[in-house]
């Protein structure tokens, strides 16, 4: 069955520092793959996407690469702000299987000042 | 991009009542609709599929009779709790895909999540 595993966190960083949150992934088909985030109290937000290999998904200085060869899909972001305090979430969407999402486990992401 | 509505967010009850989440499609039509339950420093744990007009599919491990879902129009969904005890007392999200504008259909859109609590 289709799977995602993502790195235990909390990831903890000073503000401007560099971020990477890994995330690898099984799937029977050719998968989307996304990211999430949610903040304290809320539901989730889509970050990015990707829908084939070697897309790259962006939004808010965030980025993520389909890595096909090494099924992956890490999230990155060059400076991180106490605004980007999180939890994030890989996912997999694969149309083998009705398009029903398969969730990491969630890296909680703390930016101190 | 869509949005999707839960209400309440917030409820807290006594043991052995029912409750009654709502999740709402505002600006699009959601011919599906899933429903989560995401435990502490957990993971999200899909419960259970929801398609207009028709049964819900629940994933193993679900009471249906615990977690009733119903789906009767193309912009609501319910999943009401009944008998709800404490270890029921959870984060409760849906998601809602639009199928019917020409959205992509790997494409989700999450409401807010309600947090249950029972004493």
């Known amino acids: 069955g289709n799977s995602v595993t993502q790195m235990e966190g909390p990831v903890t960083l000073s503000e401007e520092a560099f971020l990477t949150i890994n995330c690898t992934y099984t799937?029977?088909?050719?998968?989307?793959l996304f990211w999430y985030v949610q903040y304290p109290g809320e539901g989730l937000q889509l970050l990015l996407k990707?829908?084939?290999?070697?897309d790259k998904g962006s939004n808010k200085g965030f980025e993520a690469t389909y890595r096909k060869e090494t099924t992956s899909f890490h999230l990155e972001k060059g400076s991180v702000q106490v605004s980007d305090s999180a939890v994030y979430f890989c996912?997999?969407?694969?149309?083998?299987?009705?398009?029903?999402?398969?969730f990491g486990r969630g890296t909680s992401l703390i930016v101190h000042p | 991009g869509a949005v999707v509505s839960q209400h309440p967010s917030r409820v807290i009850c006594k043991s052995g009542t029912s409750v009654k989440i709502e999740c709402r499609s505002l600006?699009?039509?959601?011919?599906?609709m899933f429903w989560y339950r995401q435990f502490p420093k957990k993971s999200l744990m899909l419960m259970a599929t929801?398609?207009?007009?028709?049964?819900?599919?629940?994933e193993q491990g679900v009471e249906k009779d615990k977690f009733l879902i119903n789906h009767a129009s193309l912009t609501l969904s319910t999943l009401t709790v009944t008998s709800a005890h404490p270890e029921d007392s959870s984060f409760y999200i849906c998601?809602?895909?639009?199928?019917?504008?020409?959205?992509?259909?790997?494409?989700?859109?999450f409401g807010p999540g309600t947090r249950l609590t029972v004493l």
């Open positions: 998601s809602a895909r639009d199928l019917t504008t020409g959205g992509e259909e790997d494409e989700q859109f």
């Open positions: 799937a029977t088909g050719y998968p989307s």
């Open positions: 990707a829908t084939k290999a070697d």
């Open positions: 996912a997999l969407s694969d149309p083998g299987g009705s398009y029903i999402p398969t």
């Open positions: 600006d699009f039509q959601a011919t599906t």
């Open positions: 929801s398609n207009e007009g028709s049964k819900a599919t629940y």
